[in-house]
Every structure is written in structure tokens, then in C-alpha cells.
């Protein structure tokens, strides 16, 4: 499993920008999670770990 994220303006403008923490299985390419959030730090790594 890989996680990372990018911050981008997801929202196109309508709020601040957001970092997308994505977790991509390296054997198959798949994602099974991701989530929205305002940085990309610990917090928000651990919870997308909690979901897999």
C-alpha cells in the first residue's frame, strides 16, 4: 500500500485549497481509499490508514 498526497483547488475556487491523501495498492493499481483535507500531515496519513 502507498499513500500520498497533492494539494491542489479541488473546489475550483469555492473553498481553500485541499490535499487529496490517496492509498493505492502497488500490486494492482487500485485505490481503495482517499479522503479530503486541508494539509497534508500525520493526522491525516493515520486516518487514511484506519480506513484500509
Known sequence: M???G???DWL???NPWLSL?????GATG???Y???REQEDARAIF???AKL
Do not use: F, N, Y
Open 2 to 4: 502507498q499513500i500520498d
Open 47 to 49: 486516518s487514511c490508514c
Open 30 to 32: 487500485k485505490a481503495p
Open 21 to 25: 491523501i490517496g492509498a493505492i495498492d
Open 6 to 8: 497533492t494539494c491542489h
Open 12 to 14: 475550483e475556487g469555492r
Open 34 to 36: 482517499a479522503l479530503l
